[in-house]
């Protein structure tokens, strides 16, 4: 562990101000998946799942963006524009579907 100096924004920290060190997260999340058959899949990965998941959901891309801690929104709709564009097309068959009554 490393000892934080100042509150640093990590999700992974103890109450106590120590931060966790990404190997030892990881080490965790490989202990937790393995005994109930999870595919072996990157830890990162979770982060892109969690922001497709949500644009998926329709959240606002703005939350997405403070979420991924993105410091340009333009930087998760480039990203993440395979959702964006099939939101596009579902607001586009809702329009259509409005239009023809």
Same mark, same amino acid.
């Given at each position: &562990? +490393?000892?934080?100096?100042? =509150? $640093? ?7 106590? /101000? ?16 393995? #005994?109930? /058959? +999870? #595919? ?11 922001? $497709? ?18 410091? =340009?929104?333009? &930087? $998760? ?5 395979? +959702? $964006? &564009?099939? &939101?596009?097309? =579902? ?9 023809? /009554?």
């Amino acid at each position: &562990m +490393v000892k934080a100096s100042h =509150d $640093t924004g990590s999700a992974f920290s103890r109450d106590y /101000g120590w931060v966790l060190h990404p190997k030892s997260i990881f080490n965790s999340f490989e202990r937790i998946i393995r #005994p109930v /058959g +999870v #595919p072996r899949i990157r830890f990162h990965d979770l982060r892109s799942t969690s922001a $497709t998941l949500a644009l998926a959901n329709r959240e606002h891309p703005k939350i997405v963006q403070e979420r991924q801690g993105h410091s =340009d929104i333009s &930087m $998760t709709l480039n990203r993440y524009s395979h +959702v $964006t &564009m099939d &939101m596009q097309r =579902d607001a586009s068959d809702r329009l259509a579907k409005l239009l023809s /009554g």
